[in-house]
């Protein structure tokens, strides 16, 4: 993975020079990457600008020419014609400029909501595709961080800053050459004032790069902080820990207001400074063009450029709040950016094999596998599991029963070795053929937003109502679905709220026999059953699990009664492999399991 990406520099600030000019040539590839498909609409968005900012600022040059040639003909000649010309084009341009400025708007604010679109799409989709291995690490916090504020934060830029700095730099830039071909002096003065207002813009640029860098941060923090406390309220209010948390996030979010104080500070400084900067540019215009006049050099309409020097400073205001909402927009958007440019640690294989019936065969190849931190679980592994066999995981916690499953499921990929389904590598299987095959369903039993039936039938969305039931009764959930007020139609609520921790474990074994694997992997799945449920539940599996490949990890070595083979693991190895009545029945690590068991029970 990238030393910038997302995942190692999140909270970081103290970037280096290459990394920062990396970060910002990755987000250059984003936002161009957004804009590409759209160059018809931002090229009409351009035009338009352009010619509503020349309309608008032809207007002092118009009162100039109107003061010094069409009313001297009024009084010397009585010719009004130049007089109404000039009168007729002031009208026409300022109602073409307002006309214009009103379709831009609504050229930009299309432009905006494509680019959005795009991006939320981009977020969602690639999060979803990255490996488990980011989701682990990177919070869900962070996530939501990067869907929510973010995404704010560049949409304001490109809704209003960035349209304040375009309209601003082309209103400055016309200003210019109209002042300078008004009266060149002038123009000369405005330039010589440039140097001042440089050097404060770029003041500004550099100090507000850093606090709202810093701003993104903290404000990721909080809503970081936020969502875990919501999430795990069960656990805040079971062991009291909302004054803590309350401490914590008070802290947290004093951090962000003090940035956000920082941030107004900064602009409070550097607004007043530009003012100033533009009154002493008015004030020497005026004095000088004030002196010629007396002098008869220059005509009295002349002094229409003391409008082009107001109107020249007026729109870098707009540049400042574009800066301001810049440097919020850039941040985000490295943030962004960061996401987007992790690449799946388990990625999809250039040339899939195609696996369409799968028997059910898994072996572990001389598989060496560590996680990130370079700590070894699994040293030089190998294991033959025939298909059709149920076999059990048994071991201290940190053994690598969990591992295994991970990597039987193609979580992650083994560092050295392979492991093969069918005699296919999993890292060659197609993705389609692989997810059909090998199904796991773990301690969480997470149900989403949506009916009973829709969440049995997640692995099988096209299944009939028919198909849906018949799983639930497979493995006893039926009895209790039918009771709900809507039967298979009732709405779980979030996160399965409406059901207890038993019933959404059922209901996630009902999704798994519906999607009929090859494979079926269950990492303490029976944790959350009471014991009712859980004989309920190994008289189904020894149904369901016939002619079915079926690991299962399980403390409770009730579970394990069902297997037609027990594997005791320790530190990554496998130390007992037998039948699980031959196991019980010798003086080994899983006897003394089993022993200890039927002690708890007594």
Known sequence: ???????????????????????????????????????????????????????????????AYGINTALPRVIEDGDWMPSAMVTAVYLVAGATGAALIGWYAVISARLTQAVMFDLRRRIFLHTQRLSLEFHESYTSGRIISRQTSDLESIRELLDGGLNQLVSGILYCSFTLVALVLLDWESGVILLAMAVPMYLLMRWFYLRSQVVYRESRVVSAKVIVKFVETMTGIRAVKAFRTEERGDKEFGELASQYRDNNMRAIRLFGTFEPALMVVSAVAVSLVLLWAGWRLIDGVIGIGTLAVVLYVRNFFAPLQEVAFFLNSYQAATAALEKVSGVLEEQPTVPDPDAPVDLWEAKGHVEFRDVTFGYSDDRVILPGFSLDLPAGQTVALVGTTGAGKSTLAKLVSRFY????????????????MHPKDLRRAIVMVTQEAYLFSGTVADNIALGKPDATLDEIKAAARAVGADAFISQLPDGYATDVNKRGGRVSAG???????????????????????????????????????QTLLADRTAIIIAHRLSTVAIADRVLVMEHGRIIEDDHPDALIAGTGKFAQLHAAWKESLV
């Open 1 to 63: 993975m990238s030393s910038v990406s997302g995942t190692t520099g999140e909270d970081r600030t103290d970037y280096t020079k290459a990394e920062s000019r990396e970060i910002r040539r990755r987000s250059l590839r984003l936002l161009g990457s957004l804009l590409s498909p759209l160059k018809a609409q931002v090229t009409l968005a351009a035009v338009v600008l352009v010619v509503s900012t020349a309309a608008q600022v032809a207007g002092p040059a118009l009162i």
């Open 503 to 541: 019933q959404r474990q059922l209901i996630s074994f009902a999704r798994a026999f519906l999607a009929n694997p090859a494979v079926l992997i269950l990492d303490e799945a029976t944790a959350s059953l009471d014991m009712p449920s859980e004989r309920q539940v190994q008289e189904a599996l």
């Open 413 to 428: 990929d083994p560092s050295r070795g392979a492991v093969t389904l069918d005699g296919v590598d999993l890292r060659d």
